[in-house]
Antibody, heavy 120, light 109 residues
Framework: EVQLVQSGAEVKNPGTTVKISCRVS????????MHWVQQAPGKGLEWMGL????????IYAEKFQGRVTITAITSTDTSYMELSSLRSEDTAVYYC?????????????WGQGTLVTVSS | QSALTQPPSASGSPGQSVTISCTGT?????????VSWYQHHPGKAPKLMIY???KRPSGVPDRFSGSKSGNTASLTVSGLQAEDEADYYC?????????FGGGTKLTVL
């Protein structure tokens, strides 16, 4: 059974950095691209970026370019999403997502979501 | 790049059909057959309902179908059931980008 298990909720001060993990099991980690998706309260889903666990290559959405870093550690089958210079608008649930067609936006599997609250 | 355009809301009575549109450009929806649709119940992870415009993953009822014409993709839910009430999002591949729609809240009356 494929599982994506994310790290727990975080509360952060504005201007700081958050790093969320997504540990996978049930498939070969390097077979599928890993994506990260943001959902702010009352808002829709927003694609943040992806990493190819095979070689670490990344693509980031323009909105998050310069503030987001997505990595994949094959030794632990874990992907990380780091978002810096946090502001209140970054308060959101963050999901990792993957699957056989993941390069094109077809995600069979999702993590349970991690709530990040940015507040002073 | 702007979000794909979806109607904010849609509704229908049990047993009826409803279609949700997802409009982009020739650089995303119109340029590739890589449109997926997700069902999202609040507090849960999104669920894949349609991929590559009109393909249904195993386990998704055949009441759900997808299509595309030009720059607009569509999700049709036939024989509406109470459990279909949820938010629905489309997403399209684009070069160096993946773009979600703004989401449509489907209400079963």
């Amino acid at each position: 059974e494929v599982q994506l298990v994310q790290s727990g909720a975080e509360v952060k001060n504005p201007g700081t950095t958050v790093k969320i993990s997504c540990r996978v099991s049930g498939y070969n980690f390097t077979d599928y691209y890993m994506h990260w998706v943001q959902q702010a309260p009352g808002k829709g889903l927003e694609w943040m970026g992806l990493v190819d666990p095979e070689d670490g290559e990344t693509i980031y959405a323009e909105k998050f370019q310069g503030r987001v870093t997505i990595t994949a550690i094959t030794s632990t089958d874990t992907s990380y999403m780091e978002l810096s210079s946090l502001r209140s608008e970054d308060t959101a649930v963050y999901y990792c997502a993957t699957g056989s067609g993941s390069y094109y936006g077809h995600f069979d599997y999702w993590g349970q979501g991690t709530l990040v609250t940015v507040s002073s | 790049q702007s979000a794909l355009t979806q109607p904010p809301s849609a509704s229908g009575s049990p047993g009826q059909s409803v279609t949700i549109s997802c409009t982009g450009t020739s650089s995303d929806v119109g340029g590739y057959n890589f449109v997926s649709w997700y069902q999202h119940h609040p507090g849960k992870a999104p669920k894949l309902m349609i991929y590559e415009v009109n393909k249904r993953p195993s386990g998704v009822p055949d009441r759900f179908s997808g299509s595309k014409s030009g720059n607009t993709a569509s999700l049709t839910v036939s024989g509406l059931q109470a459990e279909d009430e949820a938010d629905y999002y489309c997403i399209s591949y684009a070069v160096s980008n993946r773009i979600f729609g703004g989401g449509t809240k489907l209400t079963v009356l």
